[in-house]
């Protein structure tokens, strides 16, 4: 399953109770990479002289695989998928000293393990922003003009012919977007709503200063699901914004309004948000994430008012490859004694 890459450091030694198929079993490495898609960071980290080894598929290593891959390593490159916790650090041994991230979102580290060993950890949001920026304006735009709708129905040859009448969807220009969440990604769907000419309030734990704000105005979350007629969800996943939008808050919605969820599937509480939508509640929604992926729950399979995407918020090709160097990069500092570029919020330096 696994490759490796570079030349082995040459204090390493073999160790030959590992099974004698696994090449780590006969070299240990600096770091391990656990996905194949992530060869840029691997390409970046080689070049550096490190040895490193890499997941030679996309398939997600069982705990049992990462933990062996781990052993020795002085560096980790994972995803969010990825579980970074105590038994992790157990089978990695004493030389691990950073595990970074190539996804924005960091859930699966266990933080405080990391801490209490002195283990940095740090993700890769900068590399993203606005790639999922256009993403969730794709989204409102999508299910505001019933993009979706119409194309299965071309598709599958049930179009009459141009009507009147046909296909009538919500004006995007003009409106009012509430952003819950204005970190670097909602204030970029603030810069381009900008373009749309419409008003932005947003919610977010600080006030931002006008000069980063693109004309934003703060309200609570009351405020802003009462008055914005489309509602973008762009805050981080932890246990306070966990069904954050649930029945009392879909209720307090337009009834033309329609809800975009580029954040976390469980930020939502999907079984009502399905309930809203299948009583008109709610005008529409565009998802890219869910509750329990990839498992959709088929309430919203089976209704044309909602847009569903995989989970493809940053899949472009360039931000892809930006995502894999930056967690390279933090790789590099660390392990070269300098301070990370990007450290999750709660290990950063004050």
Same mark, same amino acid.
């Given at each position: 399953m696994f490759k490796t890459v570079g030349h082995p450091h040459p204090s390493r030694k073999p160790d030959r109770a590992l099974p004698a198929n696994r090449y780590h079993a006969a070299m240990?490495?600096? +770091?391990?990479?656990?996905?194949?898609g992530l060869h840029a960071a691997a390409d970046r980290l080689r070049t550096a002289g490190l040895h490193i080894?890499?997941? #030679?598929?996309?398939? !997600?290593?069982?705990? #049992?695989?990462?933990h062996i891959a781990a052993r020795g390593c002085r560096a980790l490159v994972c995803t969010v998928a990825d579980k970074v916790n105590d038994a992790l650090f157990d089978a990695a041994g004493p030389n691990l000293r950073i595990v970074a991230t190539s996804a924005a979102g960091y859930e699966?580290?266990?933080?405080?393990?990391?801490?209490?060993?002195?283990?940095?950890?740090?993700?890769?949001?900068?590399?993203?922003?606005?790639? +999922?920026?256009?993403?969730?304006f794709a989204l409102m735009?999508?299910?505001? $003009?019933?993009?979706?709708?119409?194309?299965?129905?071309? $598709?599958?040859?049930?179009?009459?012919?141009?009507?009147?009448?046909?296909? @009538?969807? *919500?004006?995007?220009?003009?409106?009012?977007?509430? !952003? /819950?969440?204005?970190?670097?990604?909602?204030?970029? +769907?603030?810069r381009r709503a900008a373009g749309f000419n419409m008003r932005v309030l947003y919610t977010n734990r600080s006030t931002i200063p006008p000069s980063e704000s693109a004309g934003a105005t703060r309200a609570d979350l009351d405020t802003l699901l009462t008055e914005s007629d489309f509602v973008a969800l762009l805050v981080p996943k932890t246990p306070e914004t966990r069904h954050l939008i649930g029945e009392a808050q879909l209720h307090r919605m337009k009834p033309t309004a329609i809800l975009i969820n580029a954040a976390r599937g469980d930020v939502v509480? %999907?079984?009502? @948000? /399905? $309930?809203? @939508?299948?009583?008109?509640? !709610?005008?529409? &929604? =565009? *998802?890219?994430?869910? %509750?329990?992926?990839? !498992?959709? #729950?088929? =309430?919203l *399979? %089976?209704?044309?008012?909602?847009? @569903?995407?995989?989970?493809?918020? #940053?899949?472009? &090709? &360039?931000?892809?490859?930006?995502?894999?160097?930056?967690?390279?990069?933090?790789?590099?500092?660390? *392990?070269?004694?300098?301070?990370?570029?990007?450290?999750?919020?709660?290990?950063?330096?004050?």
């Amino acid at each position: 399953m696994f490759k490796t890459v570079g030349h082995p450091h040459p204090s390493r030694k073999p160790d030959r109770a590992l099974p004698a198929n696994r090449y780590h079993a006969a070299m240990l490495t600096d +770091v391990f990479i656990t996905r194949a898609g992530l060869h840029a960071a691997a390409d970046r980290l080689r070049t550096a002289g490190l040895h490193i080894e890499i997941n #030679s598929t996309d398939r !997600i290593p069982t705990d #049992s695989e990462f933990h062996i891959a781990a052993r020795g390593c002085r560096a980790l490159v994972c995803t969010v998928a990825d579980k970074v916790n105590d038994a992790l650090f157990d089978a990695a041994g004493p030389n691990l000293r950073i595990v970074a991230t190539s996804a924005a979102g960091y859930e699966n580290f266990d933080v405080a393990a990391a801490r209490r060993r002195n283990i940095m950890l740090t993700n890769a949001g900068r590399a993203l922003t606005d790639t +999922v920026a256009d993403l969730t304006f794709a989204l409102m735009l999508a299910a505001a $003009r019933r993009l979706g709708e119409s194309e299965r129905c071309l $598709r599958t040859g049930k179009w009459p012919g141009w009507a009147f009448d046909q296909f @009538l969807g *919500l004006d995007v220009h003009g409106k009012t977007l509430g !952003i /819950v969440g204005f970190g670097r990604i909602g204030r970029a +769907v603030a810069r381009r709503a900008a373009g749309f000419n419409m008003r932005v309030l947003y919610t977010n734990r600080s006030t931002i200063p006008p000069s980063e704000s693109a004309g934003a105005t703060r309200a609570d979350l009351d405020t802003l699901l009462t008055e914005s007629d489309f509602v973008a969800l762009l805050v981080p996943k932890t246990p306070e914004t966990r069904h954050l939008i649930g029945e009392a808050q879909l209720h307090r919605m337009k009834p033309t309004a329609i809800l975009i969820n580029a954040a976390r599937g469980d930020v939502v509480d %999907e079984a009502a @948000l /399905v $309930r809203a @939508l299948q009583k008109k509640q !709610i005008a529409a &929604a =565009g *998802l890219d994430v869910y %509750e329990r992926e990839p !498992i959709v #729950s088929p =309430g919203l *399979l %089976e209704l044309e008012n909602v847009v @569903l995407l995989p989970h493809i918020g #940053s899949a472009t &090709a &360039a931000t892809r490859e930006r995502m894999a160097l930056m967690a390279a990069e933090n790789v590099l500092a660390v *392990l070269e004694n300098r301070p990370p570029l990007d450290p999750i919020p709660e290990l950063a330096t004050k």
